[in-house]
């Protein structure tokens, strides 16, 4: 599995960033592991922002409900993570990982994308 973030870059407080993840390998992947979005700042522990169940169960980072949407595009094998209002507190660079350790597979982080939100 392969997974490729985009979608990151500068914006201004209470602006919006739409981050992208494809992911690609073999099988219906969005069928087979959990997703999710991740953020990490230096010095600081990668922490969850937005899941999604391969069942399509999803669940969010207290800071961020009402916020930010995490969803996925089964036939364009593309998961998003819609961003409103952003914070200053919301600069990070953005991982995609899926796990399937659930299921006895393994788990998979995208390369990462900034997303700075300053004026």
């Known amino acids: 599995v392969q997974l490729v973030e985009s979608g990151g870059g500068r914006v201004q407080p209470g602006g919006s960033l739409r981050l992208s993840c494809v992911a690609s390998?073999?099988?219906?992947?969005?069928?087979?592991?959990?997703m999710a979005w991740y953020r990490q700042n230096p010095g600081k522990k990668r922490e969850l922002v937005a899941g999604?169940?391969?069942?399509?169960?999803?669940n969010y980072k207290d800071s961020v409900k009402g916020r930010f949407t995490i969803s996925r595009d089964r036939a364009k094998n593309t998961m998003y993570l819609q961003m409103n209002s952003l914070k200053p507190e919301d600069t990070a660079v953005y991982y995609c990982?899926?796990?399937?350790?659930?299921?006895?597979?393994?788990?998979?982080w995208g390369q990462g994308t900034q997303v700075t939100v300053s004026s």
């Open positions: 990982y899926a796990d399937g350790t659930w299921l006895g597979l393994s788990d998979y």
């Open positions: 999604i169940t391969s069942g399509g169960r999803t």
């Open positions: 390998g073999s099988g219906n992947i969005f069928s087979t592991y959990d």
